[in-house]
């Protein structure tokens, strides 16, 4: 095992590596059921919504994600060169950053329905267009900020697409402003509800 080489790296230490990557695997997704199981008993036996909005974000742990995230674990062990041990570095935010964003996203909708539901007068729910663009812009936000960050620690110099994307959003506001106008107006009745 010590003299067999593959790829330059010794058989022994790719059995390390794979049985690091299968074990953390494991690991994680027993803690995220462990968690999820406390999470729903709580929630069943209350009325805490952030309980339930917490078991939901949970359960929407990507597989994917949590595998790469094994695997990254796992080339941690590995003899790697220098060259690549910078970019199995950045890998690592940008598999964290993914699950975040997913978490973040199930969080911002799952939030912002229970709040239009709860502010809601009647039965039937009245505030269907506020509740859809709020979570619209919402989620644009946090997946714009979400490829930012990765394109900014995979080595991307951001600083200029930030600053097409500021005059890009005048441009476009300076074009659409007759209908932004009747959107925001139409929003300020949704909200403040004046007949």
């Known amino acids: 095992f010590t003299d067999y080489l593959f790829l330059g790296i010794t058989l022994a230490n790719w059995i390390l590596a794979f049985s690091a990557s299968t074990l953390s695997f494991i690991l994680a997704r027993s803690a995220i059921g462990f968690v999820l199981k ?5 929630a069943s036996n209350s009325e805490a919504h952030l309980t339930q909005i917490m078991v939901e974000v949970l359960s929407g742990t990507s597989n994917t994600l ?5 695997i990254l674990i796992g080339v941690g062990f590995l003899d790697l060169p220098e060259r690549w041990l910078g970019r ?9 950053a993914l699950q975040a964003g997913l978490w973040a996203n199930r969080a911002i909708a799952l939030a912002l329905s229970h709040y239009f539901l709860r502010h809601n007068a009647s039965e039937t729910f009245q505030g269907s267009a506020l509740a859809t663009l709020s979570l619209w ?13 990765m394109l900014s620690n995979v080595g991307v110099n951001i600083t ?3 600053a097409s994307l500021g005059v890009g959003g005048i ?19 949704a ?4 007949f």
């Open 88 to 96: 199995v570095s950045s890998l690592w935010f940008v598999v964290a």
């Open 66 to 70: 949590l595998l790469l995230g094994s």
């Open 160 to 162: 200029a697409f930030v």
């Open 191 to 194: 909200v403040h509800k004046p």
């Open 137 to 149: 812009g919402a989620k644009v936000f946090l997946w714009m900020v979400v490829l930012l960050a």
């Open 171 to 189: 441009a476009i506001a300076l074009a659409v402003q007759n209908i932004l106008g009747e959107v925001f107006a139409s929003l300020s009745i």
């Open 38 to 42: 406390r999470s729903r008993a709580k």
